[in-house]
């Protein structure tokens, strides 16, 4: 006894619908186990008083002062080139004073702040230049240059690139949790740099070179991917007070955005970004590799706290002629997908 056409064509749809189906409860499934929180601030310039606002938003996520009691706390901020009338290229100093500030208050024994810049080799001129320097020496806050440091090497636990190690500076094993103190850019060659893409700084020039080529060679979205799943940084603040557009991470404009965005997790934390952007996280290569693998970057499974996405969403310009940028833009379907 054979099959009839219609019966054939019959059994390939019901078979398509019942794949579906189950495509459709997997997917499901994977999102109610990869809920996140992420906390947004309106903070209308650096004279504000960040310090309480960062402790609002740890109070707001579930962070309370036992959790940070006597811990040892690394601040890890975006340095990357320095230009005194440029704020809008690194982590402001005025950010990273709030944020120790607000650590201190909530019992942390101490707070270091550290970085790795992948353009210059001159940390401690980035440092002085950015103005950083002057307020962790006013806050008697000490600075690790993480290029230079000693370091020691782990299994790659994400495997996206072909690299099968990670060196890291010696400092991340002796300090409890990691704060990814980042900036809201766009990026020529990611679409945006945020938390994660932040993390190139932790990799120690000394080792993958300036501007960290090894990774470059590896592939950037991967090596981002990689260093998220070794590294497993435990916060995320964002400055995006004022951000950057365009041609980033240094030879974008200024765009005031008005913004703090904080969670403990960096994809939540970065798609959360990408959307007070007006970039629909699906169209960063990065981003959506990192759904179900890192965390969620799905709006329904990520709970807002402080101001909703729409009170402070501004359009980010992008530029058509970087290929990183043509495709970012929200669209009709982000908001849906």
């Not at 707001?60 to 440029?86: D, M, Y």
């Not at 001129?125 to 240059?145: A, N």
């Amino acid at each position: 006894m054979g099959f009839t056409r219609r019966e054939f064509l019959g059994a390939c749809i019901g078979g398509a619908i019942l794949a579906a189906s189950g495509l459709f409860l997997w997917r499901k499934f994977l999102r109610s186990t990869w809920q996140a929180q992420t906390f947004i601030a309106k903070v209308p310039g650096y004279q504000a008083d960040i310090a309480t606002v960062i402790c609002e938003g740890l109070a707001h996520l579930g962070i309370s002062p036992q959790e940070i009691k006597g811990k040892r706390i690394l601040l890890k901020p975006n340095l990357v080139e320095t230009n005194p009338a440029s704020i809008h290229i690194n982590t402001h100093p005025l950010v990273v004073r709030g944020a120790v500030e607000a650590f201190l208050k909530f019992g942390a024994s101490r707070v270091m702040v550290a970085e790795g810049p992948g353009h210059c080799r001159d940390t401690l001129r980035v440092l002085e230049e950015s103005g950083l320097g002057e307020v962790l020496w006013e806050d008697r806050i000490p600075f690790i240059d993480l290029n230079y440091q000693d370091a020691y090497s782990m299994p790659n636990v994400g495997k996206f690139s072909s690299l099968t190690s990670l060196t890291f500076p010696a400092i991340l094993r002796q300090v409890d949790l990691i704060v990814s103190l980042a900036k809201l850019k766009t990026h020529h060659w990611a679409g945006i740099t945020l938390s994660m893409k932040n993390l190139f700084g932790f990799m120690p020039g000394l080792y993958y070179g300036w501007p960290k080529n090894v990774l470059h060679y590896a592939g950037i979205e991967e090596a981002i991917l990689d260093i998220t799943a070794t590294l497993r940084p435990h916060l995320a603040i964002v400055d995006g007070i004022v951000g950057m557009e365009g041609d980033g991470p240094i030879m974008g404009d200024p765009k005031p955005a008005g913004v703090l965005v904080m969670g403990r997790n960096l994809p939540a934390v970065d798609a959360t970004c990408a959307r007070v952007m007006k970039i629909n996280p699906y169209r960063v290569g990065y981003l959506k590799r990192a759904e179900f693998v890192l965390g969620t970057i799905n709006e329904a499974d990520i709970v807002q706290v402080g101001e909703p996405i729409a009170a402070v969403a501004t359009e980010f310009t992008l530029l058509n002629y970087i290929p990183s940028q043509k495709s970012l833009r929200m669209g009709f379907w982000g908001k849906f997908i």
